[in-house]
């Protein structure tokens, strides 16, 4: 499966921002999304995982409450609704996919299919 995640972009502290990430070439309904995130020097960080169903989502903790993880499963896509948004959400933000993750949602290397990734800034 492709991968292509798109809108991010710049925005000021307490904005939003949705990120999208669409699939192509394989049943995308069939597959666990993710969203991982990596800031300048630092290492890639969970942000949050869907089933392939939708039934059960998972997120880390510096983002429950703000972001909200989704997925449709007709049109091929995955969505991440971020709010509230801080200057430490800065990064490159990925989405992933695979057909075989069953747990450990939030370990990134379960996941074989990755987009492109998107920057996000939050201006203080």
């Known amino acids: 499966v492709q991968l292509q995640a798109s809108g991010g972009g710049l925005v000021q502290a307490g904005g939003s921002l949705r990120l999208s990430c669409a699939a192509s070439g394989r049943t995308f309904s069939t597959y666990a999304m993710g969203w991982f995130r990596q800031a300048p020097g630092k290492e890639r960080e969970f942000v949050a995982a869907?089933?392939?169903?939708?039934?059960?989502?998972y997120y880390a903790d510096s983002v429950k409450g703000r972001f909200g993880i989704s997925r449709d499963n007709a049109k091929n896509t995955g969505n991440l609704q971020m709010s509230s948004l801080n200057p430490e959400d800065t990064a490159v933000y990925y989405c992933?996919?695979?057909?075989?993750?069953?747990?450990?949602?939030?370990?990134?290397?379960?996941?074989?299919?990755w987009g492109q990734g998107t920057q996000v800034t939050v201006s203080s």
């Open positions: 869907i089933t392939w169903s939708g039934g059960s989502k």
């Open positions: 992933a996919a695979d057909d075989k993750v069953v747990f450990g949602f939030n370990v990134g290397h379960r996941y074989d299919y």
